[in-house]
């Protein structure tokens, strides 16, 4: 079983194989670094480490705000447990941290991991400054005893991925791509939170979902999604948006999802929603019933996405 640590301090290892980096969203291209190090550790019989930290070290740099994370850190530790990873450490990230030069901070890393084999992407760098480039960290590497591997940059369907072309997409409203590039459904969790209750009067039950503020939500709109609970899976129609048709607007966006064919009280529970894809923008409606009729072709193309996804998988 994986093992999950908040801090370096607290480790000592000898000959670990490593990668680091803030791995935000564990797209295919940190993906593609992770199995490949899990793979080579594995066959030597060493662990193999992911040592990543929090908060991204973007937002402790002033270089960005607001709602900006791909995964909350524990979200990202249950990625890495698939990708076979033995011990993540989700090391903190502030001034101290950014202020170390690169020898010092892979002194550290030799220290608490005994360090082996270093696995890393093309561009990456640490330090201060990031003058721990790949030429500066393979210098290191005949001081420091360990050997470097670099993987070259990943593409899907020609286009580079990176975490911030990901938050790009989903600013955009275009989950279907954002999903290509992770290599899973942009997934956000939260609790059913209670609402005004509109929903459940036109006949239309909806649930509020708190989602942690930080997490980066796609583009207002209405979004086809895939709701688990536990075991349970529904399909499910999702807006985010103020739902301009009524009056009293909330001063900020709202998650509400339409679970299919589920009239249940989801109040207190926690749910977790994947966006396959968007119908449409957020809209202002000059009635309820006109809303109502909409919702009911957004359900209808909800059903329909579900039965061709079904049709090409069978």
Not at 124 to 149: M, P, V
Not at 184 to 201: A, E, L, N, Q, S
Not at 210 to 224: A, F, I, Q, T
């Amino acid at each position: 079983m994986m093992q999950h640590s908040d801090t370096l301090q607290n480790i000592q290892l000898e000959q670990s194989w490593l990668t680091i980096g803030t791995f935000d969203g564990v797209h295919l291209g940190h993906q593609a670094i992770i199995k490949q190090m899990v793979a080579a550790a594995h066959q030597s019989g060493a662990p193999a480490v992911v040592l990543t930290f929090h908060p991204h070290p973007a937002v402790v740099l002033g270089r960005r705000s607001g709602s900006f994370y791909l995964t909350h850190p524990t979200e990202r530790a249950i990625y890495f447990a698939e990708l076979g990873v033995d011990l993540v450490i989700t090391h903190p990230f502030n001034r101290q941290v950014a202020n170390l030069t690169a020898y010092e901070f892979i002194s550290q890393i030799k220290k608490h991991l005994g360090l082996r084999e270093l696995w890393v992407g093309h561009d990456f760098a640490l330090g201060r400054n990031r003058e721990g480039n790949i030429r500066r960290l393979d210098s290191l590497g005949a001081e420091f005893g360990y050997h470097l591997h670099i993987i070259d940059e990943i593409t899907a369907e020609a286009t580079p991925v990176s975490s911030s072309h990901i938050r790009a997409l989903l600013r955009d409203g275009d989950v279907e791509q954002a999903g290509k590039l992770l290599g899973r459904p942009y997934h956000v969790k939260g609790i059913v939170i209670p609402g005004d209750g509109r929903g459940r009067t036109i006949g239309i039950p909806t649930a509020n979902i708190d989602v942690w503020k930080e997490k980066l939500l796609p583009k207002p709109g209405v979004y086809v999604c895939r709701v688990k609970r536990g075991d349970d899976l529904w399909p499910a129609v999702s807006n985010i948006g103020f739902r301009p048709t009524f009056e009293n607007t909330p001063p900020e966006s709202r998650l509400e999802v339409h679970v299919l064919d589920m009239n249940q009280d989801f109040y207190g529970q926690d749910l977790e929603l994947d966006f396959c894809s968007r119908l449409r923008d957020e809209m202002r409606f000059p009635n309820a019933a006109a809303l109502i009729e909409q919702i009911q072709r957004d359900i209808h193309s909800t059903r329909l996405y579900f039965e061709n996804q079904s049709a090409v998988s069978n």
